[in-house]
């Protein structure tokens, strides 16, 4: 009987001991530590290249880097030799963790029925075991503001860094309110309205919003009035208090030519534009179209997220590379501009660095283009103290590879987001992996 049990326990012991393993193989963890990546080419977009450099990274933040820095008797020695390191890429614009498989209800949570619903946080919906997650941040994207969309005012947008167990942990620093801008266009070839049906939804959807701003002003001066009290439950006031106040960005996705004109006359007579020098109140979003009236969107002073960038031409007769073009235009005419990836219904965010090599190849200069997705989008969001470049005292968001990040075949070697090294592996990378090499193969059949 006793060595029945003693049989039946180590069977026991011995499953368990596979499944473990098993477990272990499939779901990796991230690994927290001091780091020291040696002998690098950094490139710290802010403050030029370093060759042959050392990063220190503890505690989630960069502690040392430059080229005769002492390293740690506890640290993790990691060689880069022959490599490059970068700070994380951030995607101004996605919606990553909100939207699963597009065609599914069940597996999408990106928009809410309503037409005013700044009180819906993205940050809330976010699912942080999203398969989309490891994808993308193996690709170097490490932070990305998730937006929701829908209605006119559908939620407010947040940044977060790509790994986490649960939203607060993952949250990067930044909420913003999201306007979807009337448009005076039609929506697409399926728009079968007629020209008068269209004018009638776009005055009445401006009507709208100036009533919503004008609401969220009056409840701005109640609110300071009575310093928060005896005023009944509105959450929608409640959530546009900190735009009106300064303290909270709007961002105004808009596209076509004709109502970024009027976006800038309404940003305008808000009073939302920003001081000279300064981070402002409120960025476009989209802008897809921004190249045709750049001269006036540099004026205004309005900083813009554009992409995505791989796409077609707005217009049958525009030339095939507008979009390809649109960043570069921006850039030369004083805008200040960020990428975004915004990859509708396929979820393919990984391609942000893509998206700058198009705009790269199609006019704009290669170290704004990388700007546009790095340091550039953290000083628009307000977040350019902690990320977007490589600096002691940031945040580690870093990533290393063996070639240019814009260019399709270089390879990232190492990911590390708030100091944690991820493991470098996803659903698409345990597929490949699989299918390289076959077992048993080929049929006989």
């Not at 959450?235 to 546009?240: K, N, V």
């Not at 802008?287 to 813009?304: H, N, Q, T, Y």
Request: glycine content about 10%.
């Amino acid at each position: 009987m006793k060595n029945r049990i003693q049989l039946i326990v180590g069977i026991i012991t011995s499953v368990l001991a596979i499944v473990i393993v098993h477990v272990q193989a499939q779901n990796p963890k991230a690994k927290n530590g001091t780091f020291a990546l040696t002998n690098a080419t950094i490139e710290t977009v802010t403050k030029g290249t370093i060759s042959n450099g050392t990063i220190v990274l503890s505690g989630g933040k960069i502690q040392a880097l430059g080229t005769d820095v002492p390293i740690p008797a506890s640290a993790q020695v990691i060689d880069c030799k022959g490599l490059r390191i970068y700070p994380g890429m951030i995607d101004a614009g996605g919606k990553i963790g909100l939207l699963e498989i597009g065609q599914i209800p069940q597996a999408t949570d990106e928009t809410e029925k309503g037409e005013v619903l700044p009180q819906i946080k993205a940050l809330t919906a976010i699912n942080p075991n999203s398969a989309a997650i490891p994808v993308t941040r193996v690709s170097g994207v490490t932070t990305t503001l998730v937006t929701p969309d829908g209605g006119l005012i559908p939620g407010t947008a947040a940044l977060v860094n790509l790994f986490g167990y649960v939203p607060d942990q993952m949250y990067a620093g930044f909420q913003g309110v999201v306007v979807n801008f009337p448009n005076t266009g039609r929506r697409g070839f399926f728009d079968r309205r007629t020209d008068d049906e269209i004018k009638k939804a776009s005055e009445k959807a401006m009507q709208q919003l100036n009533d919503v701003w004008d609401k969220a002003i009056q409840y701005h001066k109640l609110d300071s009035a009575t310093k928060g009290k005896g005023l009944s439950y509105y959450p929608e006031m409640q959530s546009m208090l900190p735009v009106v106040r300064g303290e909270r960005m709007l961002l105004i996705e808009v596209n076509a030519a004709k109502d970024i004109q009027v976006a800038l006359k309404w940003i305008n007579e808000k009073k939302l534009n920003p001081p000279a020098g300064k981070a402002g109140k409120v960025a476009l979003m989209g802008v897809s179209e921004g190249w045709r009236v750049a001269d006036e969107i540099a004026k205004s002073g309005v900083p813009v997220i554009t992409g995505p960038v791989i796409a077609l031409p707005t217009r049958d007769y525009d030339r095939y590379d507008a979009a390809y073009a649109n960043p570069g235009l921006l850039k030369k005419a004083g805008v200040k501009v960020a990428i975004r990836s915004l990859e509708e219904n396929n979820g393919n965010y990984r391609n942000l660095p893509y998206h700058a090599g198009f705009a790269a190849a199609y006019g704009m200069d290669k170290e704004d283009a990388l700007r546009a997705i790095t340091i550039v989008p953290a000083e628009i969001l307000g977040v350019a103290d902690k990320m977007g470049s490589l600096e002691v005292g940031k945040t580690a968001n870093l990533f290393v590879c063996d070639g240019d990040p814009l260019e399709t075949k270089t390879q990232i070697k190492h990911v590390f987001i708030d100091g944690w090294q991820m493991p470098m592996t996803s659903r698409q990378i345990e597929l490949y992996n699989e299918f390289l090499k076959r077992e048993p193969g080929v049929s006989k059949n």
